[in-house]
């Protein structure tokens, strides 16, 4: 039985591993009668928004974000608002504000630099009624701070915390992203997360080429694996894969006003 429907809210094809094939693969992929029926491109930077834009432009199914991500810090521009703007300007198939958040990981990245980013782009959302795709790596404590302060609309992409923070984050009015990590033997915590999201608030992604799922782990990933996260996901919930699929591209497509 193959899964139809699929929706992935979060992907990176402008990644080096998609250097090969890339335009043959996301012809497949969103042709008819693929299981894939639309992409959320995530950006980074301002080549990864170029690339997003050039992609909607292409495929009526590839929507687009811009936004830059908390590891892009050091190739910032000077006026990073003016440029978004800008952007803005140049296509109706930018649906979100993303990837943006904070990313505590790595030592280097400025804490205060990142928090001063991330709040120019919430603002910039919220002026202009777009969602926001967070990413938030070990940084829970200021990020919460920030969803508090602001109740943005949008999802935590890759949603890895406790479900002590997913309920926080749902009762704030936000999505959750889940992916490949919901079927790693070793994700208990994603997967207790999981069961507490209510199906009209989750979103199923793939974050590729990285976090393939299992049984694919450890290779690069595509939005057709979404159909193993379903599986997976459908164990916690008990609730068939299909419908869940159904679920998450309604989700998403309700997040992004498509
Ligand atoms: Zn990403």
Do not use: W
């Not at 993303?98 to 120019?120: F, M, T």
């Amino acid at each position: 039985m193959e899964l139809k429907g699929i929706f992935d809210s979060h992907c990176h094809y402008d990644s080096t591993p998609f250097d090969a094939d890339r335009d043959s693969l996301l012809d497949e992929m969103l042709s008819e009668g693929s299981s894939v029926c639309g992409l959320m491109h995530a950006s980074t930077d301002i080549s990864s928004m170029r690339f997003g834009l050039e992609y909607a432009n292409r495929y009526e199914s590839f929507y687009t974000s811009v936004g830059f991500h908390p590891e892009c810090m050091d190739n910032l521009p000077e006026d990073p608002k003016g440029e978004l703007e800008n952007i803005f300007r140049t296509g109706d198939k930018i649906k979100a504000i993303g990837e943006v958040g904070l990313d505590y990981h790595y030592e280097g990245y400025d804490r205060d630099r990142q928090i001063a980013l991330l709040r120019i782009q919430i603002e910039l959302a919220q002026e202009h009624s777009l969602p926001l795709i967070f990413h938030m790596r070990e940084a829970t404590a200021d990020f919460m701070a920030l969803m508090h302060e602001y109740k943005p609309n949008g999802v935590v992409h890759c949603f890895s915390g406790s479900p002590e923070i997913a309920r926080e984050l749902l009762g704030l009015g936000l999505y959750l992203g889940f992916g490949g990590v919901l079927t790693f033997k070793n994700s208990r915590k994603v997967k207790a997360s999981f069961a507490v999201a209510p199906l009209d608030r989750f979103l199923f992604e793939t974050d590729c080429p990285y976090l393939a799922p299992e049984p694919y782990r450890g290779s690069r990933c595509d939005s057709r694996m979404i159909e193993n996260i379903a599986l997976c996901a459908a164990e916690i919930k008990g609730v068939p894969a299909q419908q869940l699929i159904d679920m998450a591209r309604e989700n998403t497509k309700a997040l992004f006003g498509l």
